[in-house]
């Protein structure tokens, strides 16, 4: 199985184009924390029916990754924001001939990292 987060993204991104029944079976057994045997119950089904679904959703929602890769591409963009927020450390009060000109940058700062704040929630 994969790690909790990589199924966590997976359900971020792509559970809106699952059906109520798979988004349901998803929603219980990985965000509920509800067992196979719990759900069958829940559903009336079978504990079998209920790991399948699972599976299939899981193949599923790695299928649209592999179409539409806009995990790939949220991971990339973070990194990238990261890199950006790293390079905003290195810059130093003794960088800047006044004061004026250090409160302006760190005004610049402070937008920046809210801007890249928003971006990633």
Do not use: C, N
């Amino acid at each position: 199985m994969k790690e909790i987060a990589e199924t966590a993204l997976l359900y971020d991104f792509y559970g809106p184009l699952l059906t109520a029944k798979q988004g349901k079976i998803w929603d219980l057994y990985y965000q509920q924390d509800y067992s196979l045997s719990e759900i069958a119950d829940t559903e009336g089904i079978s504990r079998q029916a209920v790991h399948d679904l699972l599976k299939r959703t899981e193949k599923i929602l790695e299928d649209y990754e592999l179409k539409l890769k806009l995990i790939s591409r949220f991971i990339l963009e973070k990194e990238k924001f990261l890199r950006i927020e790293s390079l905003l450390e290195e810059v130093h009060q003794e960088d800047f001939a006044s004061e004026a000109a250090w409160r302006r940058q760190q005004d610049l700062q402070t937008r920046i990292r809210e801007i890249i704040s928003d971006t990633l929630e």
